[in-house]
């Protein structure tokens, strides 16, 4: 049976806390959206009809300014196409990269009681995640 993530586990979490926190950071972030979403009973959103795709587009909205706020800007992002390498049964739907000048700024966007809010709307669109930090590097030229 396929294991499916939408929030970090207390461990990875503290693995990402206990990494540097004064340096830029970038998240690759690789989501597949539910056909439905699926809203708790009594949010405004239940019971609309919307799409999983729709639900993080809401998301993206509601939480867009707060992530502008803390310096986070989107550095690459992607429709999936197909897996070339890796199980055959993850067909993300779509990817991208966060950059954030530290996770100082990430912390803050988390912590903000208005992206609180907003962060329904990603649990309510995704039936499967992965959220990735990685140290960004140089880019151009060749692999080595």
Same mark, same amino acid.
Do not use: C
């Given at each position: 049976? &396929?294991?499916?993530?939408?929030?970090?586990?207390?461990?990875?979490?503290?693995? @990402?806390? !206990?990494? =540097?926190?004064?340096?830029?950071?970038? $998240?690759?972030?690789?989501?597949? @959206?539910?056909?439905?979403?699926?809203? =708790?009973?009594?949010?405004?959103?239940? #019971?609309? #009809?919307?799409?999983?795709?729709?639900?993080?587009r809401e998301y #993206?909205? /509601?939480?867009? =300014?707060?992530?502008? +706020?803390?310096?986070?800007?989107?550095?690459?992002? #992607?429709?999936?196409?197909? $897996?070339? /390498?890796? =199980? !055959?049964?993850? !067909?993300?739907?779509?990817?991208?990269?966060?950059?954030?000048?530290?996770?100082? &700024?990430?912390?803050? $966007?988390?912590?903000?009681?208005?992206?609180?809010? &907003?962060?329904?709307?990603?649990?309510? &669109?995704?039936?499967?995640?992965?959220?990735?930090?990685?140290?960004? +590097?140089?880019?151009?030229?060749? @692999?080595?």
């Amino acid at each position: 049976m &396929a294991k499916y993530y939408i929030d970090p586990s207390a461990e990875n979490f503290q693995a @990402f806390k !206990d990494l =540097p926190r004064n340096e830029p950071i970038h $998240m690759l972030n690789l989501l597949r @959206f539910r056909e439905h979403a699926e809203y =708790p009973e009594g949010h405004e959103h239940h #019971g609309n #009809g919307w799409s999983g795709q729709r639900a993080y587009r809401e998301y #993206g909205k /509601t939480s867009g =300014p707060i992530f502008a +706020g803390v310096g986070g800007t989107i550095v690459w992002r #992607g429709s999936f196409q197909t $897996m070339v /390498t890796g =199980p !055959d049964d993850k !067909d993300w739907h779509d990817g991208f990269v966060a950059q954030y000048p530290n996770s100082g &700024a990430f912390f803050e $966007m988390i912590k903000n009681p208005d992206y609180q809010k &907003a962060v329904v709307n990603r649990t309510a &669109a995704l039936i499967d995640s992965r959220l990735m930090r990685f140290k960004p +590097g140089q880019s151009g030229g060749g @692999f080595g």
